[in-house]
């Protein structure tokens, strides 16, 4: 047999991935407890671009999906890296079914949940099948759940402007609160204002770094999910925020070469400003905020807002001045534009406000 016959019947599945030896996947969280046929294709999406949050989504998704494994069979002492592909290729239609009833009965998950999780195996089946290493997909056939329709959670236009000025004007309560909006004040607001005028994931924020930002041109170069690339222009008043945040950080920590991120943290161990901020330190920041934030915007103990919930209030105040769907789907970064029809609520509402002050009289 020939080299290059050689090659055509090897696969990432069928050799182990060294990590200590691949940078590519020691920064993911968890590859280290993933079997060497998971590692392969793990390889393959980053080979075709794939970005490193949606990734590590998957990598997150097998895990809780070999949890479950090892709950409902009793090895207590099962290590994930030790399953072979030729035990998880005995998974069928009924296995797979039992995970979706686990996931929605016991665990809670919403449809959205249940069927992206389902959604990252059935990826795998179909790069095994690829790979040849089985002839068939058993995800294909299973019962998912519907995804449920909710009209989004959102701040109106007024509730925005009021936050805004909550946080500009905003006190500490005690030294620890001082300490930490001495460092980061102009942070927070930053990522407010970002995630309300520009409508970024919150892993798209998080990730952002200089080279994304055409400081002339006043526009953000976004890797949204899928590795898909879009531009999102940014207002003067959003420029100036941003040089103005800049320009508050020391000059020994400010970001200034182009790989550098945006947007800063503070690690309260070694005492010092650290560029980049990871997305659950920033969750984590949006919630205390908006929790302190309630005793003085009423508004706010009737919506649990999130990062994702600001983005819906960027979407939601373009529906309301008229922009129109295919535009909001270019920068929200949506696939499809049936994702962005969640906010027709707003077009209804506007429809019903005009008739409302229709009048002849």
Not at 141 to 164: C, D, M, W
Not at 226 to 248: A, Q, W, Y
């Amino acid at each position: 047999m020939s080299l290059f016959a050689e090659i055509n019947k090897r696969s990432l599945a069928a050799n182990p991935i060294n990590t200590d030896e691949n940078h590519s996947l020691k920064s993911f969280n968890k590859i280290n407890e993933m079997p060497s046929f998971i590692q392969g294709y793990i390889m393959s999406k980053l080979s075709l671009g794939y970005s490193k949050n949606t990734i590590q989504r998957y990598i997150y998704d097998y895990y809780h999906f070999f949890s479950f494994i090892k709950r409902v069979s009793g090895e207590s002492t099962l290590l994930f890296s030790d399953i072979s592909l030729s035990d998880f290729l005995e998974l069928n239609k009924e296995g797979i079914q039992h995970y979706i009833s686990y996931l929605a009965i016991e665990i809670e998950n919403e449809g959205t949940t249940i069927n992206r999780k389902i959604s990252a195996l059935q990826s795998l089946f179909d790069y095994l099948v690829k790979q040849g290493a089985t002839s068939s997909n058993p995800v294909r056939s299973v019962q998912r759940p519907k995804n449920g329709k909710r009209e989004p959670i959102y701040l109106t236009k007024h509730e925005i402007i009021a936050l805004f000025h909550w946080l500009k004007e905003r006190t500490s309560s005690s030294k620890k609160q001082a300490f930490y909006q001495g460092k980061l004040k102009l942070r927070d607001e930053l990522v407010f204002y970002l995630l309300m005028t520009t409508g970024l994931r919150i892993s798209e924020l998080a990730s952002l770094s200089l080279k994304q930002i055409d400081f002339n041109e006043k526009k953000l170069k976004i890797n949204g999910k899928g590795n898909k690339e879009r531009v999102v222009p940014i207002s003067t008043k959003t420029m100036d925020l941003i040089h103005s945040f800049l320009s508050s950080i020391p000059t020994h920590s400010r970001p200034n070469q182009p790989t550098d991120y945006l947007l800063i943290g503070y690690d309260f161990t070694k005492k010092k400003l650290v560029n980049g901020v990871s997305v659950s330190s920033l969750q984590k920041m949006i919630k205390r905020t908006m929790d302190d934030a309630k005793k003085d915007l009423p508004f706010l103990l009737f919506k649990n807002i999130s990062a994702h919930k600001l983005r819906h209030s960027f979407a939601t105040e373009l529906v309301a001045s008229g922009t129109d769907v295919l535009t909001i789907q270019s920068l929200l970064g949506h696939e499809s534009v049936s994702t962005t029809q969640i906010y027709a609520h707003v077009q209804q509402e506007a429809r019903e406000k005009a008739i409302a002050h229709l009048s002849f009289d």
